[in-house]
């Protein structure tokens, strides 16, 4: 069931779990969109490491 569709009743169980649905997927959306802005950032300035790491040898 879905919100779209006209058998969807909104009781206090549909609102909490849709709820805590969205406030997760936003979470997650938000830390994703984060991390991908910080490294498009980074290796536009230069920033970060070449192929193989940091070692020296």
């Known amino acids: 069931m879905f919100p779209g569709f006209f058998e969807w009743i ?3 169980g ?3 779990f849709m709820g805590g649905l969205w406030y997760a997927l936003g979470i997650i959306g938000m830390g ?4 991908i802005l910080k490294a498009a950032i980074e290796t536009a300035q230069g ?3 070449e192929h193989g790491g940091d070692e020296h040898h």
């Open 10 to 12: 909104w009781d206090g």
């Open 14 to 16: 549909h609102v909490v």
């Open 32 to 35: 994703l969109t984060f991390c």
């Open 47 to 49: 920033k970060g490491a």
